[in-house]
C-alpha cells in the first residue's frame, strides 16, 4: 500500500510538472483575439419619452391594446383544471394599423 501511494503521487507531480512547463515553453496554437468589452452603458431618457404609450381595454374575452395609430386585440381562452395565473392565455392577436382610436 505504501508503494502504491508513493508510486502515484510520484506519478501525479511528474504528470504536473510536465503540463506546467509545456505551458511555458511552448508558443500559442492559435494568435489570441481581442474581445470588445463595453466599459459603460448610458441609455438617454428622453428617446423614450417620445414613445407613445399603449392604452389597455380589458373584458372578459379581450384585451386590447391602442395608441395613436396602432392597436392590439388578443382574444383570451379560460382553461379548465389550470393554476389561477395560468388559467387565462392569449389565442390569438390581431395587430390593426389605421386611424386613431
Not at 6 to 15: D, E, Q, R, T
Not at 53 to 73: C, Q
Amino acid at each position: 500500500m505504501k508503494y502504491t501511494t508513493v508510486l502515484i503521487s510520484g506519478a501525479i507531480f511528474l504528470g504536473s510538472f510536465n503540463v506546467i512547463s509545456n505551458a511555458l515553453v511552448a508558443p500559442p496554437s492559435k494568435p489570441l483575439t481581442t474581445v470588445p468589452v463595453m466599459l459603460s452603458s448610458v441609455v438617454n431618457k428622453s428617446c423614450y419619452q417620445s414613445i407613445a404609450k399603449f392604452k389597455k381595454n380589458m373584458s372578459s374575452k379581450k384585451i386590447t391594446w391602442f395608441g395613436k395609430s396602432v392597436s392590439l386585440t388578443a382574444n383570451t381562452l379560460k382553461l379548465d383544471g389550470k393554476a389561477a395565473f395560468e388559467d387565462t392565455i392569449i389565442d390569438t392577436i390581431v395587430v390593426t394599423k389605421g386611424k386613431a382610436l
